[in-house]
């Protein structure tokens, strides 16, 4: 079984839409959390933490629900740009191994 | 500030051949790890490092070595390739803090194909 899951996608929404993913882990002792974005053929790119109390960044809000075990990114007023693949990471307790789930794929369209 | 950088950006091998990719950072990171990501499979670390001197494994070590004699670079050494090498290499460095952890900054890759 894998540490994190996601559902690949993908995701395909209209521009201005609001669209939600959400990420299982699967380790209870999992501590840190992260969203990251990856472009078709680039490196990912740290999006944002998502913090006990979840956070907001602009269009971006990221929540940790631990007794359900998954986090989730939602991104409302969808653009264009947002087209890539999001990644969702999990620190287990060994401070030094970061899980990545396999990505999820989102298409804005005009 | 170039960040992570890693070369080449793309090798073509002969099965059975070894060679060396290069990962170098100028953010003074104390952190630094090797992952694979291929389709279907998201990213697999490899080795990590959390100072000159120390390394370790990651979740798919068989096949890779790596060494750390400086904070600025990590290289990562395919012994033998094999097709199943076949497949996108990141270097990643973060730094390691009290608190709050830190996020990855990855490299641009290196597209290696094993034939």
């Known amino acids: 079984r894998k540490e994190v899951e996601q559902d690949p996608g993908p995701f395909n929404v209209p521009e201005g839409a609001t669209v939600a993913f959400n990420c299982t882990y699967s380790?209870?002792?999992?501590?840190?959390f992260f969203w990251y974005r990856q472009d078709c053929r680039k490196e990912p790119k740290l999006l944002m933490s998502v913090y006990s109390s979840g956070n907001e960044d602009g269009r971006f809000t990221a929540q940790l629900n631990r007794a359900s075990q998954y986090i989730s990114l939602l991104i409302r007023d969808s653009k264009l740009s947002d087209s890539a693949t999001y990644l969702c990471v999990a620190r287990i307790y060994n401070f030094n191994k970061f899980y990545f789930g396999s990505g999820t794929k989102l298409n804005v369209k005009p | 500030n170039a960040g992570v950088t890693q070369t080449p950006k793309f090798q073509v091998l002969k099965t059975g051949q070894s060679m060396t990719l290069q990962c170098a950072q100028d953010m003074n990171h104390e952190y630094m790890s090797w992952y694979r990501q291929d389709p279907g499979m998201g990213l697999r670390l490899i080795h990590y490092?959390?100072?000159?001197?120390?390394?370790d494994q990651g979740e798919v070590p068989n096949g890779y070595n790596v060494s750390r004699s400086t904070t600025e670079d990590f290289p990562l050494r395919l012994l033998s390739a094999a097709p199943s090498q076949t497949s996108v290499y990141f270097c990643a460095s973060r730094e390691i803090g009290q608190g709050n952890d830190y996020g990855y900054t990855f490299g641009s890759g290196t597209r290696l194909t094993v034939v």
């Open positions: 380790n209870s002792a999992s501590q840190s």
């Open positions: 490092s959390v100072g000159a001197g120390i390394t």
